[in-house]
């Protein structure tokens, strides 16, 4: 589905596509992040006019942030004139959910999750990998398989790195719980297909982006790095080239 230049370009079967600025977020000194340079989104089970779409965006590269086993259940839909590149990241533990008997525990996991975004020497190999990537300029698109947790950490660096506050990276993270009603639908449908309706309420806490989710990646990043540049730098093995590219690819003309 197309759109004004005002308006913003949605995916109906892809319903967590958005473009990682928003309408235009402003940053802290009045500057405001670039449009149609990155997008973000769940994985591209695309109908045929929502893959047309894609393909007028005249995307580069298509990163999937999926591991070999969700690709496999589910491959992107190739689309024209973009390359595509897998930084595989662990995402939720799936033996780890079916194990779940209580929200609490699911909640914990969530923050295991978010944790190993920092903790996990794999996962700063691949966030790095990727975001050395996306340095190389625009358009491009990342995601994963929900759209909500790797790729939502990814958006959330992004935005931090363009000079956005962390009340309008918090807001655009819970976006995905707004915009995600059928592809949500269709997980609990399963679960009640697999293992009953019972299941749906204990497992609810890993369909949704959760703040207490996004503040523990944080809280990791502090605890081992101090802040989010010393995690970029130290963590993702970003140089200052890197961080000035995506920086610059990021945001509008400085202002005046």
Known sequence: MTSSSDEILRLAS???FRDVAGAGYATHDGARVRRGVFFRSNELRL??????TLAGLGLRAVLDLRSK?????????AVPGATWHNFDVSGIPMEQVAALRDRRSAVELMDRVYRSFVDSEAARVEFGGLLRQLATGGPQLFHC???KDRTGWVAALLLHIAGVDDPTIESDYL????LTGSSRARVEAEIVT??????????EPTLVADIEYLRSGYDAV?????????YLREGLGLDDDVVTALRDLLREDEPA
């Open 47 to 52: 109908n045929e006019s929502d893959h047309d």
């Open 222 to 230: 502090q605890a081992r790095y101090g802040d989010r540049a010393a």
């Open 175 to 178: 976006l995905t719980n707004a």
């Open 145 to 147: 398989t929900a759209g």
């Open 194 to 203: 697999v293992l009953g309706g019972d299941h749906v309420s204990v497992f």
């Open 69 to 77: 086993p969700e690709i496999e259940r589910h491959p992107d839909a």
């Open 14 to 16: 892809a319903d967590n």
